[in-house]
């Protein structure tokens, strides 16, 4: 158990830093950035300072690779790397690094990459702080941000930067890198094996973060290495008695394959889930589970049992299912199921994709929950929805007609000879605001498409809504 042990304890350092790409090259995902000509890769492969005032700020969410293409562009460029932490430098630690790399350009004549983890944490001050070093080509800044740029970091900064959205790493993604993590002599270096639902389990789990699923991965190591040197443990020397006492054939298939016949400890789903303390979701993004949780997740909240609503959101969020996607099923809901029995719904969907959009997960998870309770627990009705899919059947059907001829449009010449605009009434004119007037083409009227329910507002809008079309119809 050697060197199992040193394959799975190296030192104090994580199993994400060993893993951790030395040029861009070995990035996961991010191929919207990292193709020929980008500006990722001319810079990284610019020795001669060329592109040295080409500062870029990074924003996507954690995980997905932002201190490692820093750390790569100045491996691969050989620039002098410094790294800050928003969190715990302040401005003297900025006018240090500018100082010193001003020093080192004038007389060694190597350029600086500022690595700026978590820009978005630093004040208005700070920020200000790194303008003269980005300005003169002092250093070429690498800010990351897991908040919208717009909103976090100051204009001057942004105009100088050039801005690169990272995106969550694909399944397959993150697949790569485990395989990549247990192989390689830099992780794990090929001390045990994982099965294929384990595998899964850790893609699922990482939820497109590469840290995540890395780190899942040696939990699950180390948790594998230590049940299989227990002795009772299945697979040792219990299993063999059982055989029947077949001690020299065991003894001679060992001398035979050699140290390379030592079993490794084997990786599986519910390691992980022991590991990791989590319980491991039946559910594929692009499988049947995907579908199935997002279809009860609907009808609970058009059902308006929010006790349901919550628990299908709670089991897309642990699933990682794309935090976008939810918000933008509960949009949907908001006029599909609500509509104008609560008016506020559709506001308060759009506040939550926003505000998931702005602050990121996990803490979006809580302005969605707040989405799916007043949603849930709003009055219902799917009048406007309903009343659209019926107009744009006719739309389909040819049942159309011409504009009438006082809505046509008059201001252009010649216009008024063809009658566009004749008789037209202006509501404004009127004391009440409405006006008697047809509206509809001449095939289409009388024609109801809206037709409001007695839930919530929809029944004052219901009686207001007669009363419109009794004025504006008069006769029709």
Do not use: C
Not at 6 to 31: C, D, F, K, N, Y
Not at 80 to 86: D, I, P, Q, T
Not at 214 to 237: K, N
Not at 358 to 386: C, D, W
């Amino acid at each position: 158990m050697g060197e199992l042990g040193t394959g799975l304890r190296s030192g104090a350092t994580p199993l994400a830093v060993r893993m951790r790409p030395t040029s861009l090259h070995e990035v996961a995902g991010q191929r919207h950035l990292l193709g020929p000509g980008s500006p990722l890769i001319a810079l990284a492969g610019d020795r001669s300072g060329t592109s040295g005032s080409v500062s870029v700020i990074l924003w996507g969410p954690p995980g997905t690779g932002k201190t490692t293409i820093a750390q790569a562009i100045a491996r691969s460029s050989g620039r002098k790397f410094v790294e800050l932490s928003a969190v715990t430098a302040g401005v003297r630690d900025v006018r240090q690094v500018m100082e010193e790399a001003q020093a080192s350009r004038d007389l060694y004549g190597l350029s600086t990459v500022l690595f700026l983890d978590e820009i978005h944490r630093f004040t208005k001050a700070q920020q200000d702080a790194l303008l003269p070093g980005v300005e003169n080509g002092w250093v070429i800044l690498v800010a990351a941000t897991t908040e919208n740029p717009s909103f976090s970091v100051i204009s001057p900064l942004l105009s100088r930067s050039l801005l690169l959205t990272l995106e969550l790493l694909s399944d397959d993604d993150v697949g790569a890198l485990v395989d990549r993590a247990v192989a390689d002599p830099r992780g794990l270096g090929g001390a045990v094996e994982v099965d294929p639902e384990a595998r899964a389990a850790l893609v699922r789990l990482a939820s497109g973060d590469a840290r995540r699923a890395l780190t899942a991965l040696e939990a699950a190591s180390v948790a594998a290495a230590s049940m299989a040197a227990q002795p009772d443990a299945p697979g040792e020397a219990g299993d063999g008695d059982a055989s029947g006492g077949s001690g020299e054939e065991d003894s001679g298939e060992a001398d035979d394959s050699g140290e390379a016949s030592a079993a490794r400890p084997l990786v599986t789903a519910e390691i992980v889930a022991l590991a990791v303390d989590r319980a491991l979701l039946r559910y594929d993004r692009n499988g049947d589970e995907h579908y199935d949780v997002i279809s009860a997740f609907i009808k609970s909240v058009r059902g308006s049992d929010v006790d349901a609503a919550l628990h299908y959101l709670a089991r897309m969020i642990e699933a990682g299912e794309d935090p976008r996607f939810i918000a933008r099923r509960i949009i949907v809901l908001a006029s599909e199921d609500i509509g104008l029995a609560d008016p506020t719904a559709l506001g308060v969907a759009v506040a939550a994709a926003d505000a998931v959009q702005f602050i990121g997960m996990p803490e979006g998870r809580i302005p969605l929950a707040q989405a799916v309770v007043h949603l849930a627990t709003a009055p219902k009705s799917n009048a406007a929805y309903v009343g659209i899919d019926r107009a744009i059947a006719d739309v389909r059907a040819g049942k159309s007609g011409r504009v009438p001829k006082h809505l046509r449009d008059a201001h252009y010449p010649g216009a008024k000879r063809l009658g566009h605009g004749k008789g037209y009434r202006y509501p404004h004119d009127d004391a009440i605001g409405v006006v008697p007037q047809q509206y509809l083409p001449d095939p289409l009227r009388g024609s109801v498409y809206y037709e409001p329910t007695e839930h919530g507002n929809e029944r004052e809008l219901s009686v207001r809504l007669a009363k419109l079309r009794r004025i504006v119809r008069g006769g029709d």
